[in-house]
């Protein structure tokens, strides 16, 4: 019955249930103050009757938080209520700090395993390792256990003290360590390095308040050793964050001043432009950004805004579009209201927002801009580029599409675990060049995954399963008995057959996974960059001058260069 009361909440919110008693006022109004007072009423009187009459008690404050969101969905998926237990949360988001150990935990089935202790960090400190796995904390045991409830119990004040026991990848006695939280920041470069012929490359996981600042020092490392003669920003995954480090990350690469963008809402005040306030690093750089659908918000500002200013070749896939901005506000009793004020506009003019959210399909769905729909905007060379849907590329290359044996093995964290159980075996290398995974190692996983009875591909057997039960109330199981049998042939996972055309790319994995182990995040991208399409186009583009600024270039015209 509790799963129901936030349904009943965020309903009488949207002004669904207005069959009130006979003292309500019936008077419909369109003044949105008016409209505002009468829902806090509904809501408040909803609230205070089921608080008295409800048959069992229940956690009001949590009822509240998923009430408001619940409703606040109606509105788009970015405007959001974070009661005072997620303020440290919403803060971790837009600083990229927190109190902690400093470690990144995955969770396989019922237990949470050390991801990566953080460089420098207490959990490293202390001589945690990738594969170890989490029995207590602070004496109480955490199996099971998930994700949240681990992250929360490492959590707490700086040079506080917190007792773990783990399980040690590849041994059986667990052992105890006492480690000291401390002030963790997060670097929000993952991984940098040089490519071919001194090009630089910088992946970047989010946007902080830091991240521009973690981009610079990245940029500062790479060129030590020598001039740069181009760089690639990473930006694919990259979800967005902050709108500041956005705008300070295209002022590295502009003229100061430059205007990157700006914004328009149903307020006054919610119309704003946005320039670059600092001296750039390099105005003449040769800057390739990669991209691709799970880049969004403030990437896409970079991304999108270095393309209008023809300052940067975009490779990659379309971006995800999300157009819209949000701003905070206090609420009582310490909570955060993020809601969408605005839209934004790159310098071309155009907006890349691909869901409308303020007109929904009779489901409730959203739609998304067809091409047919969207209109062409200039970059300021003239280059056509398009509005809604997302950023579109310069050079297209497609992201390679998982089949679903690849994707349960990552997911359920299958490789992790193997492939730490064979790190901590073996010696350790000097670099991730010198990690090797042999066909041998491929064949022991397959017969351990078939041992446990590993499991994948359920959605096409249960489709399957639908469809027979169909099939038979309306008449035709019997005529297609035959046809039946042999689609559920074809469709019952075979773990062997399933993966053999995947075979290279398991390996792959395994070898990024135990670089993890032996060196990091750094040690797992220099693997996986290793056969990246995207990375590879990139450096081939910025190591042909003549054809990189041709693609900056409109067609028809000469940059008067040879």
């Known amino acids: 019955m509790n799963k129901i009361l936030p349904l009943l909440t ?5 002004g669904l249930c207005l069959s009130a008693s006979a003292q309500s006022d019936k008077t419909t109004t369109t003044d949105p103050h008016l409209s505002t007072s009468r829902a806090i009423d509904i809501y408040r009187s909803v609230l205070g009757n089921v608080s008295t009459l409800y048959v069992d008690t229940f956690d009001m404050e949590k009822v509240t938080a998923q009430g408001l969101n619940m409703t606040l969905s109606q509105l788009d998926p970015y405007t959001n209520f974070f009661p005072e237990t997620d303020r440290a949360d919403f803060a971790f ?18 237990v949470v395993y050390v991801r990566e202790p953080m460089p420098g960090s207490p959990a490293a400190k202390a001589g945690l390792r990738p594969g170890d796995a989490f029995l207590e904390i602070d004496g109480k045991s955490v199996v099971p256990g998930t994700s949240s409830l681990i992250s929360n119990k490492l959590k ?9 026991c783990i399980l040690p990848v590849g041994q059986t006695d667990p052992v105890e360590k006492t480690l000291t939280r401390a002030n963790v920041v997060v670097d929000q470069v993952v991984y940098s390095a040089i490519y071919g012929d001194r090009i630089g490359y910088i992946r970047l ?5 830091k991240s521009a600042a973690d981009v610079r020092r990245a940029y500062e490392r790479l060129s030590s050793s020598g001039k740069l ?11 967005g964050g902050v709108l500041d480090g956005a705008i300070d990350i295209v002022g590295m690469f502009v003229p100061k001043g430059t205007k990157v963008m700006e914004t328009k809402g149903r307020l006054p005040q919610s119309g704003q432009e946005y320039r670059t306030s600092a001296d750039p690093i390099s105005l003449d750089l040769p800057l390739t950004v990669l991209i691709n ?58 907006c890349i927002q691909q869901l409308d959210y303020s007109h929904r399909n009779p489901d409730g769905s959203v739609a998304a801009v067809p091409d047919s729909l969207t209109k062409t905007f200039h970059t300021a060379a003239g280059r056509i580029v398009r509005d809604g ?53 491929y064949e022991a996983l397959v017969d351990t995954l078939e041992a446990d009875h590993f499991t994948y591909g359920e959605m096409s057997a249960k ?23 042999a689609l559920k042939a074809k469709l019952t996972p075979s773990l062997r057959r399933d993966i053999a055309p995947h075979k290279e790319l398991v390996l792959d994995l395994l070898r990024g996974e135990m670089a993890m182990y032996y060196f990091g995040s750094q040690g797992y991208y220099a693997v996986m960059m290793e056969t990246d399409p995207s990375l590879r186009e990139a450096v081939k583009l910025l190591e042909e001058p003549q054809r990189y600024r041709e693609l900056l270039t409109p067609k028809g015209k000469s940059d008067g260069k040879e």
């Open 463 to 485: 489709a399957l399963e639908q469809l027979r039960e169909l099939a038979d109330f309306e008449g035709y199981a019997e005529g297609s008995k035959t046809e039946f049998d």
């Open 10 to 14: 965020a309903s009488l919110l949207g």
């Open 389 to 441: 849907g997302g950023i579109r590329p310069d050079i297209k290359v497609e992201d390679e599409v998982l089949t679903e044996p690849i994707l349960s093995l990552s997911r359920k964290g299958t490789l992790f675990r193997y492939a730490t159980r064979l790190a901590a075996e073996r010696p350790a290398p000097k670099s991730s060049r010198e990690i090797s995974v042999s066909a041998d190692d």
């Open 293 to 350: 659908g799970s880049s969004a918000s403030a990437s896409e500002i970079v991304a999108g805004s270095l393309q209008d200013l023809d300052r940067a070749v975009l490779i990659g896939s379309k971006s995800f579009g999300k157009g819209l901005v949000q701003s905070t506000r206090p609420t009582p009793y310490n909570g955060i209201l993020k809601v969408t004020v605005a839209r934004y506009y790159i310098p071309s003019g155009r």
């Open 156 to 164: 707490g004040p700086i040079d506080t003290d917190v007792q773990v």
């Open 229 to 239: 003669k181009g760089l690639v920003l990473d930006l694919r995954g990259n979800t």
């Open 93 to 110: 988001m837009t600083t990229g700090e927190y109190g902690g150990i400093g470690a990144y935990i995955l969770q396989v089935d019922s």
């Open 205 to 209: 996981s989010s946007f902080t308040d």
